[in-house]
């Protein structure tokens, strides 16, 4: 992931559009202010596209994970939701599909512009443990215990294609 001083010395942007701006602060508070919990940043040669990493939610099957994906961010944004999508095995959401959230693109009217990647991310980990009867939706699985525990375990291994990083490097204990 980046460092927050590419985000400031990107050439090919328009640093005038309110959606840039509004990006390059997310970028550089998410530096600033770090989380143990999860971490995110632009890709380097594209604002609009997040990768992100977070921890499973402590007492839940989950708990023992590191889960990585992407945040697809509309030009409109922070106006419109982002599009949010999996990309480690985790047994409750399909890999490499954008998944229904009410606060992503399936569900725009609940969508607050005084949101953002942080309030994105904190959601995902606290949907992540939704109860059987919330596993509905696109890109819903309802996958048992025993096997999301296996998946978290092995979350940690997972290395994204893109960034070429561990999820255990990208969030270390």
Same mark, same amino acid.
């Given at each position: 992931?980046? %460092? %927050?001083?590419?985000? %400031?010395?990107?050439?090919? !942007?328009?640093?005038?559009? %309110?959606? $840039?701006?509004r990006i390059l602060s997310e970028a550089?508070?998410?530096?600033?202010?770090?989380?143990?919990?999860?971490?995110? &940043?632009?890709?380097e040669d594209n604002l609009f596209e997040?990768?992100? @990493?977070?921890?499973?939610?402590? +007492?839940?099957?989950?708990?023992? =994970?590191?889960?990585?994906?992407?945040? $697809?961010?509309?030009?409109?944004? /922070?106006? #419109?939701? /982002?599009?949010?999508?999996?990309?480690?095995?985790? +047994?409750?959401?399909?890999?490499?599909?954008? $998944?229904?959230?009410?606060? @992503? =693109?399936?569900?725009?009217?609940?969508?607050?512009?005084?949101?953002?990647?942080?309030?994105?991310?904190?959601?995902?980990?606290?949907?992540? *443990?939704?109860?059987?009867?919330?596993? !509905? +939706?696109? =890109? &819903?699985?309802?996958?048992? =215990?025993?096997?999301?525990? #296996?998946?978290?375990?092995?979350?940690?291994?997972?290395?994204?294609?893109?960034? &070429?990083?561990? *999820?255990?490097?990208?969030?270390?204990?």
């Amino acid at each position: 992931m980046s %460092s %927050s001083s590419s985000f %400031s010395s990107a050439p090919s !942007v328009n640093k005038k559009s %309110s959606s $840039i701006k509004r990006i390059l602060s997310e970028a550089r508070e998410m530096c600033s202010d770090a989380s143990t919990e999860y971490t995110a &940043a632009p890709l380097e040669d594209n604002l609009f596209e997040w990768h992100f @990493t977070l921890r499973g939610a402590r +007492g839940t099957e989950f708990e023992q =994970g590191i889960y990585h994906g992407r945040i $697809i961010l509309p030009v409109e944004y /922070p106006f #419109r939701p /982002p599009s949010v999508i999996l990309l480690t095995p985790n +047994g409750r959401w399909e890999t490499g599909k954008k $998944i229904c959230l009410t606060f @992503t =693109g399936f569900h725009e009217e609940c969508w607050a512009p005084a949101w953002g990647i942080r309030t994105a991310l904190l959601g995902v980990q606290a949907f992540m *443990n939704a109860k059987k009867e919330a596993a !509905v +939706g696109v =890109g &819903a699985l309802d996958v048992d =215990g025993q096997e999301r525990e #296996r998946m978290a375990k092995a979350s940690r291994d997972w290395t994204c294609h893109v960034c &070429a990083k561990k *999820n255990a490097e990208l969030l270390p204990e």
